[in-house]
C-alpha cells in the first residue's frame, strides 16, 4: 500500500496543493453550491431531447410562446442535483442570437445558489465585479417570489446569483411546469456538477484566480504549471479555485507556449473567446454510466492501450478490473487522499468546444493529474485529424 501511495504522491510532481484553501477561502457570500448551468444553444428543443434521450435529464419546466416570451425558447432540464437550462433565441436579433452566431452552443451561466441575491450582487460588486443583471424580484403568484442577479466572469459567461427562499415553484417564475415528460434515458448514475474548468487567453489565466479570489472570496486549491501539463507538442497552465464550503470548484486553464498548438487555443480559436470548457458530473457507477451512456451513442475520448498496460503499477487496486476500464476508455489516478476514475466526452456540439467529463471520486479530491499527459496526447490525436494541431 504504501509502494502505491508514493507512486500516487509521485504522479503528483509540478502539481502544487494548498491544503489550508478551505480555511482560507472567504465565505462573505456565501455560496450554498451550483443552482443550474444555462447554455444558450441554436435549437433548444433538440437539445433538451439530446440531454433527455441519451444522458437521463427530465425536463421538467418550459418557457417560451406558448408562455408568453417571445424571444427565447427554454427546456428546464433534471437529472439529481444537476440542473441545466437550454436556451435558444426566436428572433436574429439580441445577445442570445449574437452568442450563438458567435461562440456556436456553449456555456453562458453557471448559476449560484444563496440565500440573498442583493447581498450578493453588492458583496461582489463592492469587490470589482461587473454586474450583468441587478438584484430584481421575480414575481411567481402564487409560487412565491424568486430573486436573481447576476455579475460576469470570464468571456461572456456569468454567475447569476438565485435566492429560492420565498420560491416554491418548479424553476422560476415564467416558467410552466412539464407535467407528462418524455421518458429519459435510464440506467445512469449522473449526480451532481463536481467541478467547471474555465479556458481564458495566454497570460490571463491569474487575472481571474486573482477575480475568483478577491470578488468572490475564493482561494487557490492546486497549481499545476506547465511542466506537469505538457507533451512534447503542446502545454497548458491550471490552477483550481475553490470557495470555502468546497462545493464550487472552478478550475482556469491557459494555453502554455509548445512546438504546436495547444488544446485550449484549439478552443479559444474556435469558441472566439474565453469560455467554460467541460463540466465535470460526479457518479457513483463509472462502468454502469459509461456502458450506458456509450449505448446511448455518446462519444468518449479515446486511449491507447499503452496507457492500460502500466496503469496498474501507477494506481494500485481501484476496485475495478484493468480490462474494463480499458473496454469503456476509463482512467484512474491515485494521490495520497484516494483515488479517482474518469473519463471525457468528444466536443458535444460541431465545433471543437465544449466537452463533459465524468468522475468517480474515492477520497481522491484532486482532478487526474497522472492521466494529464496521456490525455493530451490522445486529444491531440483529435485535434491534428480537425486539422487544428
Ligand atoms: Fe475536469
Known amino acids: ?69 417571445r424571444d427565447r425558447a427554454s427546456y428546464v432540464m433534471r437529472r439529481n442535483d444537476i440542473t441545466l ?18 461562440h456556436g ?5 453557471i448559476a449560484f445558489a444563496v440565500d440573498d441575491a442583493t447581498s450578493a450582487w453588492r458583496e461582489t460588486t463592492a469587490r470589482g465585479a461587473r454586474s450583468a443583471i441587478e438584484p430584481v424580484e421575480l414575481d411567481g403568484g402564487e409560487d412565491g417570489i424568486l430573486r436573481r442577479s447576476a455579475v460576469s466572469t470570464y468571456g461572456d459567461v456569468r454567475h447569476s446569483f438565485i435566492d429560492r427562499r420565498d420560491y416554491h415553484g418548479v424553476f422560476a417564475p415564467g416558467y410552466r411546469k412539464i407535467k407528462k415528460p418524455a421518458k429519459a434515458a435510464e440506467g445512469l448514475s449522473l449526480l451532481e456538477i463536481d467541478h467547471c474548468v474555465g479556458n481564458v487567453s495566454l497570460g490571463d489565466m491569474n487575472r481571474f ?35 470555502g464550503n468546497g462545493r464550487v470548484k472552478f478550475p482556469i486553464n491557459e494555453p502554455a507556449s ?55 503499477d501507477r494506481v ?44 468517480e471520486r474515492h477520497g481522491s479530491r484532486g482532478f487526474g493529474v497522472g492521466n494529464f499527459k496521456a490525455l493530451f496526447e490522445a486529444i491531440e490525436i483529435e485535434q491534428a485529424r480537425r486539422g487544428n494541431l
Open 1 to 69: 500500500m504504501t509502494e502505491t501511495l508514493s507512486r500516487g504522491a509521485a504522479n503528483q510532481a509540478g502539481a502544487h496543493i494548498n491544503k489550508d484553501a478551505y480555511a482560507q477561502a472567504k465565505d462573505f457570500l456565501p455560496l450554498n453550491g451550483i443552482d443550474h448551468v444555462e447554455f444558450w444553444v441554436g435549437n433548444a428543443r433538440q437539445a433538451s431531447a439530446y440531454f433527455r434521450a441519451l444522458w437521463g435529464f427530465t425536463p421538467v419546466a418550459f418557457a417560451g410562446l406558448e408562455t408568453g416570451v
Open 85 to 102: 437550462v437550454l436556451t435558444a433565441p426566436l428572433t436574429p436579433d439580441g445577445e442570445i442570437a449574437e452568442h450563438v452566431h458567435r
Open 105 to 109: 452552443d456553449g456555456v453562458k451561466d
Open 209 to 243: 484566480v486573482d477575480y475568483y479570489r478577491d470578488v468572490f472570496g475564493f482561494a487557490q486549491l492546486i497549481h499545476y504549471d506547465d511542466k506537469v501539463i505538457h507533451t512534447d507538442y503542446s502545454a497548458l497552465m491550471s490552477k483550481v479555485m475553490t470557495n
Open 258 to 312: 509548445g512546438k504546436k498548438k495547444s488544446q485550449i487555443q484549439e478552443f479559444l480559436d474556435w469558441y472566439l473567446d474565453a469560455g467554460t470548457q467541460h463540466i465535470a458530473l460526479r457518479t457513483e457507477d463509472i462502468v454502469g454510466t459509461v456502458r450506458q451512456l456509450r449505448a446511448n451513442g455518446i462519444e468518449f475520448l479515446g486511449m491507447p492501450h499503452a496507457y492500460y498496460e502500466t496503469l496498474a
Open 316 to 359: 494500485g487496486d481501484v476496485g475495478v478490473p484493468i480490462e474494463t476500464l480499458e473496454e469503456l476508455g476509463i482512467e484512474a489516478d491515485r494521490d495520497e487522499e484516494g483515488y479517482l476514475l474518469q473519463i471525457f466526452t468528444r466536443p458535444i456540439q460541431d465545433r471543437p468546444t465544449f466537452f463533459f467529463e465524468i468522475i
